[in-house]
Structures are given as C-alpha cells and as structure tokens.
C-alpha cells in the first residue's frame, strides 16, 4: 500500500492493462486460426446484393450534428448540477432556488429548440 | 506483497465473471426467447443446449477475419476493442460485496458515466470506417441515440446521489438499510432503465442494428471475433446495467442470512432476465418516436424528477 491514490491509480491500469490485452488477444487468436481466401466479388461493400453505386461518405442529416450540440449543452448543464447534487444537504434551501431558477434559464433555450424542430425527424 | 496478490484476485474475479455471464447470456437470452416465442431454441449442444457458448466461440474462431479493403484499416480494428475496453473498465467500481470491488472510487458513478459515453466512439467509428452505406447510417443513428439517452441517464441517478450523498457506489449500498431507492426514486429507476435499454441498444430502441431495415447496423461488414466482440459487447453493456440497477436502486449486496456476493448476483440475474423478457415483450420503435421521447419526455421527467427530490430532501 504505497498511498490511496497511488493505490487506485494501480488498479485501474491493472484493469485497463488486462481489458485490453483481453480484446487483443481475442482478435490476434482469431487472425491465427481464420482461413483466408480471396476473391474480388468479396471486395465491395455489402449492399444486399445490389452493386454499390456511390462511395459512402455521403452527406448526412444535420440533425445528427444538432444533437451532438444539444448534447453538449445538457451534459455540460449535468455536470455542474453533480457537485450540486453532493452538498444540497450544507447549502440548504438557496440552493435549491438557485438550482430552479438555473434550470429555467436552461428551459427557455429547451423550448426554443423544441420549437425549431430539433427533436422532429421525418 | 498480499496486498498486491489481492488486487489481482479481484482485477481477475470482476473481469472473469462479467465475462463468463455475458458468454452465458448469449444462450441464455436464445433460449429464452425461443421459449417465449413458443419454439425450442438453440437445445442440441449439452444437455440443454448450454454448451452452445462453445460451439459459437469455436465456429467464429474458424470463420475468416475479414478487413474490407475500402474500410479505414486501424479504426476498423480498434472500434471492437474500444467497446470491449471500455466496458470491462467499468466493472472495475461495481462492487460486488462489502469492500470486494477492484478500485473503490469516490467518484465510482462518475467513472460508469464516463466509460459508457465512451462506449458511444466505439459504435460511431465501427459504422464509419466500414466505408460502406448500412454501417454508416447504423453508426450515426448509434451516435444520435446513445448522445441523447447519455444526458438523462446521467441526470436520473442524482436522486440517489442526493439521497446518498455521495457518488461513491458502496456508499450508495450502504445508505439502503433501510430502504432500497427504488422505492422512493421510482422515477428514476424507470428513467434509468429505458435509458439502460437505449444505451445497451436493446430492443425496443435497437435502431442501431435494426435487421429489417439496416440488415445489420454498424457491424454489418464485420465478421468472425470482430463480430464477436460487438455481441460479447452487448450482453457485457447488459449485465453492467443490471449489476448497476442493483447496486443503484436494488440495495446491492445487501440482503439477509445469504452472504453478500450471492444476493448481488441474484438481484442482477433478476434484472438482466427482465431486460430478455422486454425484447421478447415489446415491438422496435420508429427512429422519430425514439428521439423525440428522449428529448420530449423524459428530459423534463429527470428535470423535475432531480427538483422534487431535492425539495423533499430538504423538507425532511
């Protein structure tokens, strides 16, 4: 036991060190004992059966690029109510008002993107 | 150094047996669902089919490792270890009986919420990099949906953190002598589970790799234990929920005359058995209903979930 820290620092790399060494020992197996054959009608992208017409980096939907922002906003929002949530208990009823009055300001910039239709898809 | 044998003991133990259920559960959930859909299911390997675990390993062990040569060669290879990793690491804050968990984090909820949005790079680069149409619109759905379940998953367990006062996990254990957060965080219990579902990508929001229209999502190009990671992956996402749920609202290890260990795993099995019957029970939803749930429902249902609780605890 060198110091707590330390000690968690430890562990988890143990865990990470032995999660990974776990995948590549998986797919390294798996590239050992695998056959192998080639054949060019296996070299194109499966599109049941069909000849693939257009390369697949196509434009996508905005509306994914919406919701990674939005996601940005609330988890940041998330974040800052974490430490929040831990001392509710000492800082008392102020700041639940205070937690209130932050969740409507978050509200007013909710409803606007509901209101422009983020969260409809066709 | 005991010290370190026993770190490793544990590093061994959370690994092995997260593992081993989730092999298990591939059988498991097939012959269940055969069961529920009036049919037999896998029952010809073994005694009752239990032995179909091995036959499937060794048959995508022989089966070809295909790299497509228009995919992105690296990421290709790197986006089933990242779910596999990713996952795996999370079990190392799960304890699974009174001081038995590979690192006792102070912050062991924060860690869970971390490695599962990591979870959603695995998914999104899987999809992309196989530079091939169904994969793609399978990663991005992936993204969308695993982004915006992550905001309220994260936002549902504050009740019990508020309750607990901590987001240390054996903390939270302890705080439910009494009574188990279920009870009263229901709301964020029922938040958390449809938000599991989502983030598991089980059925009734499996999108990602909805057969009838995707063929297979964002693995549809990959092949022999590349594939088997992502569906180890999945059942190991399964059962880090469920031992989550039950550490969360469920009392963990806590239970009497059994030991410990024996009365968390029995509360997990419980949980991943309710998530099997789910798939069975209920049909796939449209990409619009899912997305608009999330953001429309149960966004404002966490809001008011974490408000009220916070109301209640300090009026007590």
Known sequence: MVSPTIDLVIEFALMLAIGAAMAILFLFISHLLAPKSKNPNKDQPYECGVVPESDARAPMNVHYYLVAVLFVLFDLEAVFIYPWAISLRELGTSALVEMFVFIVILLVGYFYAWKKGVFEWE | ?316
């Open chain 2, 1 to 316: 150094m005991p010290d370190t044998a026993w770190h490793i003991i544990e590093v061994v133990v959370m690994l092995l047996l997260p593992l081993l259920m989730a092999g298990g559960l591939t059988v498991v959930e097939r012959r269940l669902l055969g069961q529920l859909q009036d049919r037999y299911g896998p029952n010809r390997v073994g005694v009752m089919g239990e032995m179909q675990v091995l036959a499937d390993a060794v048959k995508l062990l022989g089966k070809e490792d295909w790299i497509p040569p228009f995919a992105d060669r690296p990421v290709f290879v790197a986006a089933p270890a990242i779910i596999l990793m990713s996952v795996l690491a999370s079990f190392a804050v799960i304890p699974l009986t009174s001081g038995f968990a590979v690192a006792d984090l102070n912050v062991g909820l924060l860690f869970f919420l971390a490695m599962s949005s990591l979870g959603v790079y695995s998914v999104a680069l899987a999809g992309w990099s196989s530079r091939s149409k169904y994969p793609l619109l399978g990663g991005l759905r992936a993204a969308a949906q695993l982004l915006g379940y992550e905001v309220f998953m994260g936002m549902s367990l504050l009740g019990v953190v508020m309750m607990a006062g901590s987001f240390d996990l054996s903390t939270i254990v302890e705080g439910q002598r009494g009574l188990w957060y279920v009870g009263p965080q229901f709301v964020g219990f029922v938040v958390f589970f449809i938000a599991g579902l989502a983030e598991t990508r089980r059925t009734p929001f499996d999108l990602p790799e909805a057969e009838s229209e995707l063929v297979a999502g964002y693995h549809a190009e990959y092949s022999a234990m590349k594939f088997g990671i992502f569906y180890v992956g999945e059942y190991l996402g399964i059962t880090l929920v469920s031992a989550l749920m039950t550490v969360l609202f469920f009392g963990g290890w806590l239970g009497p005359i059994l030991p410990g260990w024996t009365w968390f795993l029995l509360k997990t099995s419980i949980l991943i058995l309710v998530v099997i019957v789910v798939r069975a029970a209920l049909p796939r939803v449209r990409y619009d209903q899912l997305m608009s749930f999330g953001w429309k429902v149960m966004l404002p249902l966490t809001l008011i979930n974490l408000l009220v609780t916070a109301a209640v605890i300090l009026a007590t």
